[in-house]
């Protein structure tokens, strides 16, 4: 059962223009209707404010984390970790994604919240979420040059959520297309994974 789910926003053009947001909302919206009383959390990186991580402030985070693991700093790991479902919405930029979804990214990847290791050295994610969806679009194709799910994937690994998937849709500023008809497509695409899940 789905309780609570995760919707990480990249669409930094805005729910006026981009059609991420738009492919992003069909998805939720079945998936308001599978699970009508599931909450959803949005984390908008298009008015985060996260910083970038140095390295002092990595220092800096460590030694929080020893005082208090429920420092606000953390409430980006803490939301990733207690997800049933992980929605991450970003469009297709320079071969993977917008840099504030990096950030957040990073500050989502905290050891003693996200991903441990055991007594043995081995990685473990401590993640609740089964699966993670990814959702983009783009003007062009994308082809086997998909780097930002390829990384979602491997993070989602490192996470402890056993299963990826990948909503697109592309071709849309391509003249002879039909961008309509591309993204409509795509959101049906969406309305049946939400309700396979």
């Given at each position: 059962m789905i309780q609570h789910i995760l919707f990480v926003?990249?669409?930094?053009?805005?729910?006026?223009?981009s059609r991420t947001w738009q492919l992003s909302q069909a998805f939720l919206d079945a998936c308001k209707e599978?699970?009508?009383?599931?909450?959803?959390?949005?984390?908008?990186l298009t008015a985060c404010d996260l910083p970038v991580l140095t390295g002092p402030m990595t220092a800096e985070r460590d030694a929080r984390f020893q005082a208090d693991p429920w420092d606000p700093m953390f409430a980006p790991a803490h939301e990733m970790q207690g997800a049933d479902l992980v929605v991450v919405a970003a469009p297709y930029w320079d071969l993977t994604f917008p840099a504030a979804l990096k950030v957040y990214l990073e500050w989502a990847s905290v050891l003693g919240i996200t991903f441990h290791y055991t007594l043995e050295g081995q990685q473990e994610g401590l993640c609740k979420a089964g699966n993670l969806v990814y959702i983009t679009t783009a003007g062009g194709e994308i082809g086997d040059k998909n780097f930002?799910?390829?990384?979602?994937?491997?993070?989602?690994?490192?996470?402890?959520?056993?299963?990826?998937?990948c909503l697109t849709a592309e071709g849309l500023d391509v003249w002879e297309n039909d961008a309509q008809a591309i993204l409509n497509r795509a959101k049906r695409e969406a309305k049946h994974l939400a309700q396979t899940l």
């Open positions: 926003n990249a669409c930094m053009r805005g729910r006026e223009e599978r699970w009508p009383k599931a909450e959803i959390l949005e984390r908008d930002g799910y390829d990384y979602l994937k491997g993070l989602s690994d490192m996470f402890g959520i056993s299963r990826t998937h």
